[in-house]
């Protein structure tokens, strides 16, 4: 039996990624974020050792507050990875590492490819891509980067959750309508990530978020559907409106082509998704 440690346990993604884990009856070891300093060597070489697969949901994800304390930020999402990429190297562990869109300037056109040149606008990107690189040097041949963008889930603290609750406090919303993304929840996002191990996926970058792409302000319209709201209660705006400490990407949609070298489909629609997360459809 595979034999699995979820680094980020207590967070959003590890919730689900250890609902998804012992749904197929694997062996998982746990290890929240007060369980787990991903930056402690010696912890970390301690922890990993006697697992076959990390899958590493620990990161930093305050990303106006990287931009206040870019080297804290870098510590957990840069230097904390490397740690636990050196420790799989030394005990023969497969690490698939969750990633960010935020690794890309975000001014393309099209999909970004998983080779697409990076070029981060912010410290939190900084930072991931530092996450990234560590992975892919110190595993060649069995380090997993899978990129994700605009998550969310049924825990902690995210867009879709903050909406529902808006919907039912406010009259209007208004939400901005010139950044385009794909809306992806966590428990789908889990499931792929289990799913690239069982496939014995080649090494390397995967994009792990839905097919499709929308805006803040088109995703905010379909979940006042989705829960029954009117969706003219939705009101578009610009970014300008809403100056931040961190710059945010227009544009965030990613390309999927690789997962045909895991013999997988690319990730469903993020409508469907959003519709069975508002719905409490189980996956």
Known sequence: MTRFLVTGAGGMLGHDLLAVLKAHDHDVTAATRAELDITDTAKVRALVDGHDVVINAAAWTDVDGAEADEAAATAVNGTGVEVLAQACAATGARLIHVSTDYVFPGDATEPYAEDAPTDPINAYGRGKLAGERAVLRELPDSGYVVRTAWLYGETGKNFVKTMLRLAAEREF?????????????????????????????????YHGTASGQVTWFGLTQAIFAEAGHDPARVRPTTSAAYVRPAKRPAYSVLGHDRWAAAGLAPMRPWRAMLHDMVSGVPR
Not at 175 to 184: K, S
Not at 188 to 199: E, F, I, N, S, Y
């Open 173 to 205: 919303v208004e939400v901005v309508d010139d950044q385009l993304g794909q809306p992806t929840w966590s428990r789908d996002l889990a499931g792929r990530l289990v799913a690239l191990v069982a496939a014995d996926a080649p090494a390397g970058i």
